[in-house]
Nanobody
Framework: QVQVVESGGGLVQAGGSLRLSCATS????????MGWYRQAPGKQRELVAV???????NYKDSVKGRFTISRDNAKITVYLQMNSLKPEDTAVYYC?????????????WGQGTQVTVSS
């Protein structure tokens, strides 16, 4: 069983910064990718940023240059540094982890953390 726990959300003014963290635990054999998604009210969940086992990253166009994803392999933790936040970044942010257990692959989601950016 894999546990994924996010933290770091909150309320911030436009132009401010927040750092999200996502800690993973369990009997994990390997991690393929860790990423952040978000879902605003009335909208579909969308990919914000992802980092794979080799360290390659991919970002949603609207966050490029403002958000940075990074990971600590020893702690099996992924971070999302969000700078120059805009009201349209307001959403529930979810962490997604994909990898392998000893006998099967897995995809796990965290419970989500609210990010609210006021104008």
């Amino acid at each position: 069983q894999v546990q994924v726990v996010e933290s770091g959300g909150g309320l911030v003014q436009a132009g401010g910064s927040l750092r999200l963290s996502c800690a993973t635990s369990g009997s994990i054999f390997s991690i393929r990718a860790m990423g952040w998604y978000r879902q605003a009210p009335g909208k579909q969940r969308e990919l914000v940023a992802v980092i794979n086992s080799g360290g390659s990253t991919n970002y949603k166009d609207s966050v490029k240059g403002r958000f940075t994803i990074s990971r600590d392999n020893a702690k099996i933790t992924v971070y999302l540094q969000m700078n120059s936040l805009k009201p349209e970044d307001t959403a529930v942010y979810y962490c997604n982890v994909q990898g392998s257990l000893s006998i099967a692959d897995f995809t796990s989601w965290g419970q989500g953390t609210q990010v609210t950016v006021s104008s």
